[in-house]
């Protein structure tokens, strides 16, 4: 499936994610696609941070596939999306945890390598705790909201993180009903 104006994020993250494992590479979509991806859009992200081992080297072969060309650092651009994808290095981690599982989520153009709701929570909590990060604690509660996530985990996550007080805002934030 060609990239155009109108593939929309979890097209074009498939697509990627899709075209990487056919290579061998291991590429996790993270931060605020992930956020994109399971709001539907309600927060909208221009960015895909993908993490993986493989070298930029490797990436661009494989980029260029796609018709992405480089641009700096990790970055990839095409010429048909305002979406950009961007590539972190392994391992995958929220917070100082590292990550060894994440989701699989199937789609028409290929399967997308994603973290989970649980952990996606926790990465944009990651980025509150540690950069008092207001918009990220948002995207957190956006996702909790949509998906069925274990707050038991995220709290021990938080507290192992030394962010219990923190935890305690998020979930208050979380039952308050929300306006839309």
């Known amino acids: 499936m060609a990239i155009t104006r109108r593939s929309t994020i979890l097209d074009l993250a498939a697509q990627v994610s ?13 931060g605020g696609g992930a956020v994109s991806i399971y709001t539907d859009n309600r927060y909208r992200s221009y960015d895909i941070d993908f993490v993986t081992a493989a070298s930029r080297r490797e990436l661009g072969a494989v980029m260029a596939t796609l018709g992405f060309r480089p641009g700096a650092g990790r970055h990839f651009e095409h010429p048909a999306t305002p979406l950009v994808v961007e590539f972190v290095a392994w391992p995958v981690t929220v917070g100082d945890e590292v990550v060894h599982r994440w989701a699989r989520m199937r789609t028409p153009v290929g399967t997308l390598q994603i973290l989970t709701p649980t952990q996606c929570v926790k990465d944009r909590l990651a980025a509150f705790y540690h950069w008092r990060d207001v918009q990220a604690l948002e995207q ?41």
């Not at 899709?18 to 993270?30: E, K, N, S």
């Not at 996702?143 to 208050?172: C, K, P, Q, Y």
């Open 140 to 180: 957190a509660l956006l996702v909790a909201r949509d998906h069925r996530v274990s707050m038991a985990t995220i709290e021990r996550w938080s507290r192992a993180e030394g962010h219990a007080e923190e935890f305690a805002e998020f979930r208050r934030r979380r039952r308050r009903p929300q306006s839309r």
């Open 18 to 30: 899709q075209a990487l494992a056919d290579t061998g590479i291991t590429a996790v979509l993270t």
